[in-house]
């Protein structure tokens, strides 16, 4: 950022904080010279009034817009981008807009809509989950504004533990949270960044932050939680109803909620959802893993006899028998049998077996009269008499519903039905989008966004939708770690950030390409499968590839290979050249370069 002044100001000082410029004006007065400076946390302009009454001052972004502003993408017209490539752009475009400045705070991040933020808000809103999913986001293109949005979230944790639900400008809703993802959010940060300071930053928040959901949100003997309210934390609107607790989902008005007794001892609803346990299985076992990294072996193995249990519980209590799906179970026993896309979230807990993905993805993520057809995924099933109201999350698509199945799909495996929601979640965006909208939600039957007033038309968690076509070329996520596969048109895909810089993907009639900002190629090839687990250094690359029908081969450009196998085997290698056999199961290959 840069500041153009008229007329330039009598004086420039550099600061850590305000509260170190007011000190120094109290201290040491405005004749005060030794703190001059053109860089700083904090700059403060000091102007005379007697000297100049009258100027104008202009904050600018001169460095390029990384996406929209790279030339070699721009000169290329809109209408033949790719979808990936046109999404990419329409992400960074979303987030950009709605990233701001919190005067009352003193702090950068993105907020949900700008539409919001005076008014609604009162200056400034961190609803939880839409902060971290703009992190996310963020974590694409620029990791700072990436740890803007962490940071916003952080500093409202709460000294029991939880990150409060809502804080704005006019109320703080510190009685309840909303479902643990802040987890997820940072492993992908610290991997696609390779920067052990978001682990070493937030590991012990976010843990304290898990535990919090155990200690409060128990739901009696079950081993499983529930979404409430707390007693002993502040005093915003709706604490200690049955309301406050069903905030907490993020899923207000969600027909799942409405068999669920409210007990207003405890500020629990008495239903264990099915989405809020997958979600904290999630949690835990990424918690895990960093335990394990930062050589807390005590947390580690807590964690992991907690996910272990409760992976197990999610499995087995919450699948209903009768209609082969998960769903959300009352105190007594019974199933609720109203049900949302959150009965899809043990796949991403990895607590479901074959017979169980099998049952979701065929009789209700594809069956056109639950939660399949054209535009997907409805907040509902079909078949539910909620459906038709159209309000909120009774009926309307939401991105996070969608984000979170697609990648429970991945996790499994079932590529093909995650192709499939990508594809449309993104179609369905950018029927909005070629309108210059970004919706808060979407209706299920026709696409709409403003066919409801209560809905915002430039929203940023509406950018979840697009991100799933991104994640089809380029993803990363804990178990396939980077991978990659070729857009479908050719064109130039990226930039995106990925552990090794700011990468592009070249799609071409005769091949596809990883390259560089320097445009310098890792590898080239011809075949169209995805990759897995993609490493580099500077002597070795490897990765995983599910299939490969025919031989083929991969170029390495100005590298000297030494030696090349696949699942520990020699194979063919030349100069700059492997030689892929024909592989009908997930295999891993290695390629080792002259030093």
Request: aromatic residues 12%.
């Amino acid at each position: 950022m840069e500041i153009i002044s008229y007329p330039n100001p009598l004086l420039v000082t550099g600061h850590n904080s305000y509260d170190d410029l007011i000190e120094e004006l109290k201290e040491k007065g405005y004749f005060y010279l030794n703190s001059r400076s053109n860089q700083g946390k904090i700059l403060a302009l000091r102007y005379n009034l007697e000297e100049m009454s009258q100027g104008k001052v202009c904050l600018y972004q001169k460095a390029k817009n990384p996406i929209l502003d790279d030339d070699e993408v721009n000169n290329t017209e809109n209408s033949d981008l790719g979808d990936e490539q046109k999404s990419l752009k329409a992400i960074y475009s979303v987030v950009s807009w709605n990233h701001v400045f919190d005067s009352k705070n003193a702090r950068p991040y993105t907020c949900l809509s700008r539409n919001w933020n005076t008014k609604k808000f009162g200056g400034f809103g961190i609803w939880l989950n839409d902060i971290l999913f703009n992190a996310l986001l963020w974590g694409l293109f620029d990791k700072q504004k990436a740890i803007e949005n962490i940071q916003a979230v952080m500093v409202w944790q709460t000294d029991t533990g939880n990150f409060p639900c809502l804080v704005t400008g006019n109320d703080q809703w510190l009685d309840r949270s909303q479902p643990p993802i802040g987890t997820w959010v940072v492993w992908n940060l610290w991997k696609r960044w390779k920067d052990d300071s978001f682990i070493h930053n937030y590991f012990y928040a976010l843990l304290k932050n898990h535990e919090w959901w155990w200690n409060e949100r128990s739901l009696a003997k079950t081993g499983l939680v529930a979404y409430g309210t707390s007693k002993n934390q502040g005093s915003g609107l709706y604490k200690g109803t049955k309301l406050g607790a069903k905030n907490e989902s993020s899923m207000d008005n969600s027909p799942v909620h409405d068999p669920a007794p409210f007990d207003s001892e405890s500020g629990l609803l008495l239903s264990a959802d099915v989405g809020l346990n997958s979600l904290l299985c999630l949690d835990g076992e990424l918690l895990h893993g960093m335990a394990v990294y930062l050589g807390d072996s005590e947390k580690a193995d807590l964690l992991q006899k907690k996910v272990a249990n409760l992976r197990l519980k999610i499995s087995e209590w919450l699948w209903d028998e009768n209609r082969s799906v998960f769903s959300n179970r009352l105190l007594d026993g019974k199933f609720v049998n109203d049900l949302a896309p959150t009965s899809f979230y043990p796949l991403i807990a990895g607590a479901c077996n074959s017979f169980q993905q099998k049952s979701l993805i065929e009789n209700y993520i594809l069956n056109d009269k639950k939660f399949g057809g054209e535009y997907v995924l409805p907040s509902v099933s079909r078949d539910n008499p909620a459906f038709s109201d159209n309000v909120y999350w009774r009926g309307r698509i939401w991105g996070p519903l969608n984000y979170w199945t697609y990648h429970g799909l991945r996790r499994y495996g079932h590529n093909e039905t995650a192709q499939w929601l990508a594809e449309r979640s993104n179609r369905l965006f950018m029927n909005g989008w070629d309108n210059g909208m970004c919706g808060e939600n979407y209706n299920a039957s026709t696409g709409d966004i403003l066919d409801q007033s209560d809905t915002d038309p430039f929203y940023s968690w509406g950018a979840l939708l697009p991100s799933l076509i991104i994640s089809e070329v380029a993803d990363l996520n804990p178990w396939d770690n980077l991978s990659f596969k070729p857009p479908v048109k050719p064109g130039i895909f990226g930039p995106i950030f990925t552990p090794f810089g700011k990468t592009y993907i070249i799609n071409t009639k005769e091949g596809w390409s990883l390259q560089d900002e320097n445009s310098k190629t890792f590898m080239e090839t011809k075949f169209n499968s995805r990759i897995y687990n993609f490493e580099m250094n500077a002597h070795t690359i490897s990765f995983d590839i599910e299939k490969l029908i025919e031989k083929t081969e991969i170029v390495f450009p100005n590298n000297i290979v030494i030696s090349a196998s696949v699942d520990g085997e020699e194979i063919k290698h030349g100069a700059e050249t492997i030689y892929l056999p024909k592989i009908n199961t997930r295999s891993k290959f290695k390629v080792d370069f002259q030093q």
